[in-house]
């Protein structure tokens, strides 16, 4: 039986090395300085275009909050998932609830990296995997732009997560798969200005692959379907398909798109729905050339077929 | 007077019948009012001229759209099920859904009761008409595959 027991010897130094490795592999990493001294001073009134691109209030502000209410950054909305449901805390300028208290450090320590200022991963139900793409600078003026918002006091309810996705430390290991802050569409080096631009707005600030791309079963993004449609992740239904594959975009132009993200309006003229309400009403607010930019970004991905399931028939 | 009588009750049934799909006549109205507001829409952003008596005409056939449209008889229990993307809060939140149209009604009213005199004025009409389309879609709809 010797060998019996050099194999229980051997599975128990192998899994000491492994759980010790995956205890390193999965430590929380601050950004260092190089990224930090890119931060500079901050400008508010750039910010707020960020803040837009970013959609900080569809998940932050109070759920249902319409006009104003939506710069109330106090969190709570419910996003019931396969994992469990998430819970987006207060971002007000709270000190004690909020961020109030927060350096221009620990924002960008959670955008673009996905730790808190106490050394904790975040979840990336906070899609910092998209906002990792993003330019520091333009992380320094949104912090500039979130400054000039109300304090609101009032903590969100915790999330509540199932076994094993309620241990942080775990995220660490996916962030080594799907964390990455390079482009998702290799643009060719000819293609024009726009493109460019609204490949930083759709894949960076915009996030728009997080609920447009379908996800594997580890929660991260399938690159090999960018923005091809997916299941739902909070509820019923499904997210359209925003490449022109079958089933996308094809027949939309340019304008089409531009026009669909200031009015809300389909080429039909059927309306924006669900959750695109908000983020709709959100890029209302940036600019013609932006939305423009968005809409050239689009037509210049690679098409894909659907990627959720065909609708089952009428039973 | 028998034979009327049948008659009379065969032909009210046939009636009822053909109304008898609330899914298909709901999404009938949906679409004749998306076609309503998407010519209102081409004015409002200068593809189509501004012709003050031509909108009126098209703001009114939106007024009848929407007031064809009962909740009650439209979104019966159990019309939730089959080709349609009518949203379970619907029938969850009856009070909710019927304040939102309730909103887009007398936002399509007001429209009525003062015509629009130029293109600017139509504009700020069709954005507060086209934000009741999203608010109940963004609720009340489930988009699928």
């Known amino acids: 039986m010797a060998w019996l027991k050099k194999l229980a010897g051997a599975a128990i130094v192998l899994g000491g090395v492994g759980a010790a490795g995956g205890w390193l592999l999965s430590a929380p990493v601050k950004l260092d300085a190089a990224v930090l001294t890119q931060l500079g001073p901050g400008d508010a009134s750039k910010g707020k275009r960020i803040f837009y691109a970013g959609g900080c209030t569809s998940c932050h502000a109070k759920p249902g909050s319409q006009g104003d209410a939506r710069l109330q950054l106090v969190g709570g909305l419910q996003l019931k998932t396969p994992f469990g449901t998430f819970v987006p805390p207060n971002i007000s300028q709270d000190p004690k609830d909020g961020i109030g208290a927060w350096s221009v450090d620990d924002l960008a320590n959670a955008m673009l990296n996905g730790v808190s200022p106490s050394g904790e991963h975040l979840y990336p139900a906070f899609p910092y995997p998209s906002y990792a793409r993003m330019k520091p600078s333009d992380i320094a003026d949104l912090y500039a732009f979130l400054k000039t918002l109300p304090a609101v006091a009032g903590k969100a309810p915790d999330n509540s997560l199932g076994f094993p996705f309620n241990i942080r430390r775990g995220i660490g290991l996916w962030k080594r798969l799907y964390l990455d802050n390079q482009p998702v569409v290799a643009l060719a080096s000819s293609a024009p200005d726009p493109a460019v631009a609204g490949r930083y707005l759709v894949e960076g600030p915009g996030h728009c692959g997080e609920c447009h791309t379908p996800r594997d079963f580890a929660g991260g993004t399938k690159k090999g379907e960018w923005l091809a449609g997916a299941v739902a992740a909070d509820g019923p239904g499904i997210v359209p398909n925003i490449t022109s594959g079958k089933g996308g975009l094809a027949s939309w132009s340019e304008a089409d798109i531009a026009n669909y993200l200031e009015t809300g309006f389909t080429p039909n003229f059927d309306s924006v729905g669900g959750a695109m309400v908000d983020v709709q009403r959100n890029m209302a607010e940036l600019t013609a050339g932006d939305r423009a930019a968005i809409a050239a970004y689009l037509k210049a991905v690679p098409p894909h077929p659907n990627g959720y399931p065909a609708r089952k028939p009428a039973s | ?145």
């Not at chain 2, 019966?76 to 304040?99: H, L, Q, R």
């Open chain 2, 1 to 145: 007077m028998r034979k009327l009588v049948v008659a009379i009750s065969m032909l009210a049934f046939a009636g009822s019948a053909a109304f008898a799909d609330p899914i298909i006549d709901r999404q009938a109205l949906m679409k004749e009012r998306g076609k309503i507001v998407g010519g209102l829409a081409k004015v409002a952003k200068g593809e189509d001229a501004f012709d003050a008596g031509a909108v009126l005409t098209q703001l009114q056939a939106l007024q009848a759209n929407a007031e064809k449209f009962d909740v009650d008889a439209l979104f019966p229990k159990g019309s939730d099920v089959g080709d349609t993307t009518a949203g379970p809060k619907i029938w969850e939140d009856t009070v909710g859904f019927k304040a939102v149209e309730d909103k887009y009604l007398s936002n399509v009213k007001a429209a009525v009761a003062a015509p629009p005199a130029d293109v600017d004025a139509l504009k700020a009409q069709v954005g507060a008409i086209g934000s009741d389309c999203g608010t109940c879609h963004q609720g009340y709809r489930v988009k699928k595959g």
